[in-house]
C-alpha cells in the first residue's frame, strides 16, 4: 500500500522560502510519478508541478515556473518541492500524490483525476 507524508510547511514571510517534503513508501513499481497539489480555502485543488522518475522531467503551472523547483532524492524515495519568493497568494494546503500512469503528463499533471494515492497534506502560510 503507498503511503506518502508531507512535511515542510510553515509561516514564512512573502519572499521567503520552504522546501517541502513527499516521502513515499510501498511503492509498487521501480517508476513512478508524484505531483504536488495546492487546495485554499474555498477553491479547488490546484496542480503545482509533477516528477517523472522514469526520465527525470518535470512541469509546472504557469503561476510558479521560476520560483518552484521539483527534485527528487532517489535513496530515500523522497520528492521535494522547493519554493522562493513566496507570495501571499501561495498560502494553501500542499498535497503530495502518486500518478496511476507512473509518468507526468505535459498537458494533463495538473489534473487530480490522474493521482491515485495523496498525503494528508501541509499547511503553507504566506503572510506578513
Known amino acids: 500500500q503507498v503511503q506518502l507524508v508531507e512535511s515542510g510547511g510553515g509561516l514564512v514571510q512573502p519572499g521567503g522560502s520552504l522546501r517541502l517534503s513527499c516521502a513515499a513508501s510501498?511503492?509498487?513499481?521501480?517508476?513512478?510519478?508524484i505531483g504536488w497539489f495546492r487546495q485554499a480555502p474555498g477553491r479547488e485543488r490546484e496542480g503545482v508541478s509533477c516528477f517523472s522518475s522514469s526520465d527525470g522531467r518535470t512541469y509546472y503551472t504557469d503561476s510558479v515556473k521560476g520560483r518552484f523547483t521539483i527534485s527528487r532524492d532517489n535513496t530515500k524515495n523522497t520528492v521535494y518541492l522547493q519554493m522562493d519568493d513566496l507570495k501571499p497568494e501561495d498560502t494553501a494546503v500542499y498535497y503530495c500524490?502518486?500518478?496511476?500512469?507512473?509518468?507526468?503528463?505535459?498537458?494533463?499533471?495538473?489534473?487530480?483525476?490522474?493521482?491515485?494515492?495523496w498525503g494528508q497534506g501541509t499547511q503553507v502560510t504566506v503572510s506578513s
Open positions: 500524490a502518486t500518478d496511476k500512469y507512473l509518468y507526468c503528463s505535459s498537458y494533463a499533471f495538473h489534473k487530480p483525476e490522474r493521482y491515485n494515492s
Open positions: 510501498g511503492l509498487p513499481y521501480d517508476y513512478y510519478a
